[in-house]
């Protein structure tokens, strides 16, 4: 519903038109009662920042013979992707940077990185330093590790939005509830990891009598 208030100078108070609500009337079938709606759940940068550092550093990372070791990782945004910055401490002390496509991990309501790479000025670095990085399983290993969980933000969402009762006016009331939160893109902000979801519910119309 949409309205335009207009402001009316005048000595007397102006006769307003108002059209006549059509007639209640039953129908052969009944609208559907379901409805959806649409919201986001972010986790601020810094934050996820703690998790990544946690989550990473939680065990040394082993490819054949070789040893990394990371002691802090932090993310933000680049052209599109995610930027993991990696601290590391072994086989030397440094930071190294991987690109990856942020993506939706469903069956831990997590947030992931697909398709990660090294950036170029890491790749040239560690084909110096520590080329085993380049060709070993330290990239996939990260991959699988750096998820940043939104499990428990999007069932607070779905226990919150179980139930909804709003009364709307003159007597009507609205009750009804979500009864499923479908998850539909992610991003990053400057500031926040993002997750935008679709709640999925039913509606229905109680009139006072």
Known sequence: MAARPQMLLSEAAPVLDRPALPPIRTV??????????DFTAE???AHADSLLTAIL???????????????????????GKAVLGLGLTKPFA???????????????????FDSVDYSLSSSSALARTADWLLHGTFRSQ???????DFGKQ????????????????????LRGGVQRVVPTSVDISATALR???RAEGTVQVDVGR
């Not at 052969?28 to 709606?37: D, E, I, K, T, V």
């Not at 040394?60 to 052209?79: F, L, M, Q, T, W």
């Not at 440094?94 to 992931?112: E, H, I, Q, R």
């Open 94 to 112: 440094g930071d190294v940077y991987v690109l990856g496509v942020p993506v939706f991990d469903t069956v831990g309501s997590a947030l992931a």
């Open 154 to 173: 999007l069932a607070g969402f779905r226990q919150k939005l179980s139930k909804l009762e709003m009364p709307a006016g003159d007597g009507v009331t």
């Open 57 to 79: 550093s939680a065990h040394p990372y082993r490819s054949g013979s070789h040893e990394a070791v990371v002691k802090s990782g932090r993310i933000y945004a680049s052209g």
């Open 195 to 197: 997750v935008h979801v």
């Open 142 to 148: 990260v991959a699988k590790a750096a998820k940043v």
């Open 28 to 37: 052969a079938q009944a609208p559907s009662p379901r409805f959806s709606m």
């Open 43 to 45: 986790i601020p940068l």
